[in-house]
């Protein structure tokens, strides 16, 4: 069982480049999260899916877009990368929406953008 | 606005005991969470609270208390592998999960 993956590991791109972190769970939940995590600063929610079919904007979301096609995956889309888009990005999937429910993390991906 | 306080850094030697601290203030409360991060890697679940008083789980224990907006993780019997970044999360009335910074602690043998 693999739980979350995230693709790819670390990427380095240049500024206006367009770039898509892909992010699979194998663990049938409904929900599933786009964080970045700067030095200094908490986790902060980019965008969120409650379900398949819909998406949501977290506190950053300007930058970026996702989908969620189907229960498994959720692509974050960065259109046109600048450099404040440096950052750590995890995503994370949990049984039902936001609330009382354990966020599983993928292994993260870490991205800079020159 | 919504704020969470933990602090930055805290050091700790092994086999002592250690109290991470967390205040919040937060439109509303559903809950607390708290997460270890290793460097480097995911965070991982440790606990969640939404009554008052204390939770025990082997080593770790996560206290709450709503009416002072207070929580505190209590590790027991450090051990080096206890290094790492501790996440306090905090659910509010909206049921967003908010994020403190979280506590960097560093063991020392």
């Known amino acids: 069982i693999a739980g979350i993956t995230q693709a790819p590991t670390s990427q380095i791109l240049a500024a206006g480049r367009r770039m898509t972190l892909r992010c699979t769970q194998d663990m049938r939940h409904n929900a599933m999260y786009w964080y970045r995590q700067d030095l200094g600063l908490g986790l902060r929610l980019i965008h969120y899916?409650?379900?398949?079919?819909?998406?949501g904007k977290g506190e950053v979301p300007d930058g970026y877009s996702v989908s969620r096609a189907n229960t498994d995956d959720f692509p974050l889309t960065l259109a046109s990368a600048v450099p404040s888009q440096t950052s750590v990005y995890f995503c994370?999937?949990?049984?039902?929406?936001?609330?009382?429910?354990?966020?599983?993390f993928g292994p993260g991906t870490r991205l800079t953008v020159l | 606005g919504q704020n969470i306080d933990q602090p930055t850094e805290m050091t700790a030697t092994e086999g002592a005991i250690v109290q991470i601290n967390c205040t919040y203030q937060t439109s509303g409360f559903n809950g607390l969470f708290w997460y270890q991060q290793h460097a480097g890697e995911a965070p991982t679940f440790l606990s969640y609270n939404v009554l008052d008083g204390l939770e025990e789980k082997g080593r770790f224990s996560s206290f709450l208390s709503r009416s002072k907006g207070y929580s505190y993780l209590l590790l027991k019997e450090l051990q080096m592998k206890d290094s790492a970044s501790y996440l306090c999360?905090?659910?509010?009335?909206?049921?967003?999960?908010?994020w403190g910074a979280g506590t960097k602690l560093i063991i020392k043998p």
């Open positions: 899916s409650n379900t398949a079919g819909t998406t």
């Open positions: 994370a999937s949990s049984d039902a929406g936001q609330g009382a429910n354990e966020q599983f």
């Open positions: 999360a905090v659910v509010d009335s909206n049921y967003q999960l908010i």
